[in-house]
Structure formats: structure tokens, C-alpha cells
């Protein structure tokens, strides 16, 4: 609802000023429009001919041209490309993969599936391409986006992973038969990344949808992590489900960690939760007391602090990204630089890198074409505007166009010492690394709004704003709109009686543009107030009081146009 408007400016709130136009590219001659369109070329070679050659399996495998299922057979890659062809600007074939997905895939299905990847992969997927579709100008139902079959079909994939939830701790299995649930010789082994990077998906879920489960679950399992961290404040790998004992005790940023620390971030920008943020603080002043060294993160014990490994992993190249979500733009950029040495050396991020030698670790040579250095260039350019990060991008394109690119795609680095290749695809590369790439040249891409133009629409609970800027991405680099999640009741038993009048506004509301104003001396009109303000006004200013209390959470209220009040009557600013 339109009262919640001041959450949509946070994500980017969090930056730094720009700096002055002319410190940008040109002062290096990077020609930005130009690698702008071979990105867009990469995403196209790699798109099409997945289309040719693989679909409806999960991934193209280049070397041999034909695909494969790896995470369940969702048709992966057609799913994770999708809000891609969006920030590229393609809407015909957004509106076309969004029909074959209704049409084709099936989750009541007799396989496996990794809960962590289904839920990143699957569920986030599909839920940017519902808060999407409108603006791609697919015809929506009337009630969305509280409604939508893209919406239903992320809830039902999400209800496929909850029997993996049902643990004495509440943290999940990381696998579960999307038929039978939980297969009984089940590992209650997983890793801390598996139980804490739910929250953004599901909360996201349960706001539109009024099923508060999905939130719930993803609550309790965060918040089991944070109860099992040990005595110096930090969390080790691998943990025991079923008896919350620590199976992997090495405690760090990267795999089979990171994910959890980040959803502890977006999870509060997403849903401008004090506690979320404040867990992610107390951590952050562990891992910067036992891991951090001259600008590097290492390995330690959990319990002792003590090094374990004295390794850089390329997961943990997300770190400087998230820094800069907080504001330490500063530190932020001296770990990139460091980062970005080791793909100077390489022409890409090894999955290890020893630091002491100066080298990659043995078995651990391979670059599968990740995302996480290009992520962190892409919010750190946003914040600081220094060239250095667009001429990652340029390594990055030149890197993987030269070592990876082949007739039917793009393939996995096997081993950057030698750029042998190996037969894979993975989703992720037109998901997250072409997006960061193409957003990183893309300055005045539609995310990247500043919140000053946005769209109205009406909807059985309310006026809601959307597309104002401010997207949260998953971990799988899917964009979800914060203020979708005050589109909707909480409850769907608050819905308002007036679904045959918003009918009739749907119409006339539906293609209106508007442009964000100055707040009004008059405030909101009387009889306006959110019905749930409304019954608690001292509650309300609590709620106020303590926003404004915590920066890293708090943004201004904006104006709004018009509104719903309690009892249906509309209230408009022509009228």
C-alpha cells in the first residue's frame, strides 16, 4: 500500500553520492555503450542456443550441443533467464517464455531437489517475472500482483519444499522429493548457506499471497543459526538438522556460508527489519575480530578463531557488494582490489586461491563463468562511480568471451591455468553473471531507478506503488520490487469488499505513469489512514519511532495520489 512508499527508496538509499560525471568512463576511455551491446551478444549466443539444443532440459551443454537436468528439471535455464530478457528489453520474448513455462513445467513430479536451489533458482525466479510481467506488458489478471500464474505456480514449488522445514530445530534438509516429501534415509547434514537464504523468497511470498508459513519457516530457520553460533560470534559450514550439533566447524564468508549473511542484509532491506540487520552487525564484527587479514578473509575455527584455511574462495567475491549494502563503501573497495588481482593473474576467480602462495589450490582450478566479482563491481560503481570497476567489467568480457565462448555457448573453465573446458552451463550465467555485466554498462536501466517516476495500480486491497526502483536480488540475482510486499493483505481474510469496483478502476488506472512529488503540507486527507494504522495509532508511532532510530533502515515518506478507505470509499485527488 501507498503508506509503505518510503521503503521502496532503501536499497539505494544506502549509497554513498554520486561523484561528478566526468570521473566516469571517459576518463579512461572505456567505450561503455559498446561492451553494453557485446553483453547483450553474450546473453544472445548463450540464450538461443539453449533454445536449439537443450530445452526443455535443465542446461546446455556447449561442448557437445545437446542439455542436461541437473536441479530437478524445471526447464532451469528458460526460468533464471527470464527477468534477464526484461533488463535487456526484450518483452516479446519475456511474454512468450512466460506462456511455454505455464504450459510446460510441472512440479508434481518424482525427483529430488535441492531445497537451497530450487528456492534461489525456482521460487525466486519466478516470483521477479510475476512482480515483472506488467511492466514486460503481459495482460494481468485483476489483483495483481497479489494474484498471477506465475505467482501460483512460485507458491507451488515453495510448498514442495516445506516438508523439508519439519525438523526439531526448523532447520531444513537440503534435499526433498517434491513427490513424497523427505526421503527417510535423508542426510540431516547442511550446510549454514542451505538453512538461512530462505527469507528473501518466502517472505516475499507470504506478503503476496496472505500465507504467513513461507515467512515463518524461513524465521525460525534463520534465527536457529543465529541461536547455534558459537561463544566468539560465528557460525561454522555444516550443521546437523536434526540435533543442531556442528559437523564442518570451519567459519568464514564463502561456500556453503555466504548466502546466509547476505539474506540477513537483504532480508532487512526487504522487509526494513531492525533485528535482521542487527544479527548481520554482530556478525560482521566477528568475521572482521578472527577472519579478516590485510583485506583478505580467511578460514578460521568457529569455537577458537584459529586459521583453518589461509584460502580466497571466488563465492566469497560477493562480500565487497554487500559491504557496500551497509554503507562501508571504503573497505568494500580494498577487498575488490584485492579480488580483482587474483582475476588480473587468472583471467577469472579459481574456485580457490591459496593467499600465502599466490596461487590456485589443487582440484580447485576450475572458473564455471560465476557472477560474484562482476555483482560486487556492479553496487560498488552504483555507490562510487570509479572506473576501475567498468574495467573489471571490460576483463570480464574479454576473459570470457576468449576462453569460454564456443559454437553452442559458453562453457565452464575447467582450469584457468590451461583454459581446458568442461561440458556445462550452468543457469546462473545468463541469471547473474550477463545481468551484472549488462547493468554494469547500463547506467539508466530501469532498475537502477532513483525511485522519481513509478507506476500506480489498483488492486483488491488497496493503491500500491510499483517500479519505483529500490529491487532487492536474491542470491541468484533475481530483482524483487520491496514495495510489492505492501500490495497485499497480510491476511487474506482482510480482503476488502471491493473487487467490482477495482474492476472498474482497473481500467482506467491501468497504463497511468506517475512522477514522484514533493510530500504535501496537507499529509494524507482525513479518513485516508491504512486501516491497520488506523486501529493502533500509538502503535504506529512506535513503529515510526523506531525506523528513525536506525539509519541503515530508515528512509523518508513519500506522497501518494490517492487512496482506499476503510469502507471502500475512494478517495482521489481530482475529485
Not at 528439471?73 to 505455464?102: C, K, M, P, W, Y
Not at 524465521?219 to 547455534?228: I, V
Not at 568475521?287 to 571466488?314: A, C, R
Not at 486527507?525 to 530508515?554: C, F
Amino acid at each position: 500500500m501507498l503508506r509503505s512508499l518510503g521503503s521502496l527508496l532503501c536499497l539505494w538509499a544506502l549509497r554513498l553520492p554520486a561523484v561528478p560525471a566526468g570521473t566516469g568512463a571517459a576518463a579512461r576511455g572505456l567505450d561503455v555503450a559498446s561492451y553494453r551491446e557485446r553483453v547483450r551478444a553474450m546473453f544472445y549466443h548463450a540464450y538461443e542456443h539453449y533454445l536449439e539444443s537443450a530445452f526443455p532440459y535443465d542446461e546446455l551443454r556447449p561442448l557437445t550441443c545437446d542439455g542436461q537436468d541437473t536441479w530437478g528439471s524445471f526447464s532451469l535455464t528458460l526460468i533464471d533467464a527470464l527477468d534477464t530478457l526484461l533488463i535487456l528489453g526484450n518483452v516479446s520474448e519475456f511474454q512468450r517464455v512466460v506462456n511455454v513455462l505455464q504450459e510446460g513445467v510441472d512440479f508434481d513430479i518424482d525427483v529430488n531437489a535441492s531445497v537451497f536451489e530450487t528456492n534461489i533458482r525456482v521460487v525466486g525466479g519466478l516470483l521477479s517475472a510475476h512482480l515483472l510481467s506488467k511492466k514486460a506488458g503481459v495482460e494481468v489478471e485483476v489483483g495483481w500482483p497479489c494474484s498471477g500464474p506465475l505467482l501460483r505456480m512460485a507458491e507451488e514449488a515453495a510448498r514442495k519444499l516445506l516438508p523439508a522445514f519439519q525438523t526439531p530445530t526448523g532447520m531444513p534438509y537440503g534435499t526433498v522429493n517434491l513427490l513424497h516429501g523427505v526421503n527417510p534415509g535423508e542426510t540431516p547434514v547442511t550446510c549454514t548457506a542451505g538453512i538461512g537464504t530462505f527469507i528473501v523468497e518466502f517472505a516475499t511470498l507470504s506478503h503476496l499471497t496472505g500465507d504467513p508459513v513461507f515467512e515463518d519457516v524461513a524465521r525460525k530457520a534463520l534465527k536457529a543459526l543465529w541461536k547455534n553460533r558459537s561463544d566468539i560470534g560465528l557460525v561454522g559450514n555444516h550443521i546437523d538438522v536434526i540435533t543442531a550439533k556442528w559437523v564442518a566447524q570451519d567459519a568464514g564468508i564463502g561456500a556453503g556460508v555466504d548466502s546466509y549473511f547476505e539474506y540477513l542484509v537483504k532480508g532487512a532491506i526487504l522487509l526494513q527489519d531492525k533485528e535482521l540487520m542487527s544479527m548481520f552487525l554482530e556478525y560482521n564484527k566477528a568475521i572482521k575480530n578472527y577472519t579478516k587479514f590485510d583485506d583478505w578473509y580467511l578460514w578460521v575455527q568457529m569455537y577458537k578463531g584459529t586459521v583453518s584455511m589461509p584460502v580466497f574462495q571466488s563465492l566469497e567475491a560477493y562480500w565487497p557488494g554487500l559491504q557496500s549494502l551497509i554503507g562501508d563503501v571504503q573497505n568494500a573497495m580494498r577487498t575488490f582490489l584485492n579480488y580483482y588481482t587474483v582475476w588480473k593473474q587468472f583471467g577469472g576467480l579459481p574456485e580457490f586461491y591459496n593467499i600465502p602462495q599466490g596461487y590456485t589450490v589443487d582440484k580447485r582450478e576450475g572458473y564455471p563463468l560465476r557472477p560474484e566479482l562482476i555483482e560486487s563491481a556492479m553496487y560498488l560503481y552504483r555507490a562510487t562511480r570509479d572506473p576501475t570497476l567498468l574495467e573489471l567489467g571490460r576483463d570480464a568480457v574479454e576473459s570470457i568471451e576468449k576462453i569460454s565462448k564456443v559454437d553452442c555457448g559458453f562453457a565452464t573453465i575447467k582450469d584457468l591455468r590451461d583454459h581446458r573446458l568442461d561440458n556445462r552451463m550452468e543457469s546462473f550465467f545468463l541469471a547473474e553473471t550477463v545481468k551484472y555485466l549488462y547493468l554494469l554498462f547500463d547506467p539508466d536501466n530501469f532498475i537502477h531507478n532513483d525511485g522519481s517516476v513509478f507506476d500506480v495500480v489498483i488492486t483488491p486491497y488497496g493503491e500500491c506503488v510499483l517500479n519505483a526502483g529500490g529491487y532487492v536480488f536474491n542470491t541468484e540475482a533475481h530483482p524483487i520490487d520491496p514495495a510489492a510486499l505492501h500490495c497485499c493483505r497480510k491476511q487474506k481474510e482482510e480482503q476488502w469488499e471491493v473487487e467490482d469496483l477495482m474492476r472498474e478502476f482497473y481500467s482506467l488506472k491501468k497504463n497511468k505513469k506517475f512522477t514522484l512529488k514533493r510530500a504535501s503540507d496537507h499529509g494524507e486527507g482525513e479518513g485516508a489512514k491504512d486501516p491497520e494504522d488506523a486501529s493502533s495509532e500509538k502503535g504506529g508511532e512506535k513503529r515510526n519511532s523506531e525506523r528513525n532510530s536506525h539509519s541503515l533502515l530508515s528512509c523518508p515518506s513519500q506522497s501518494f495520489n490517492s487512496k482506499l478507505a476503510v469502507l471502500g470509499q475512494v478517495f482521489l485527488d481530482n475529485t
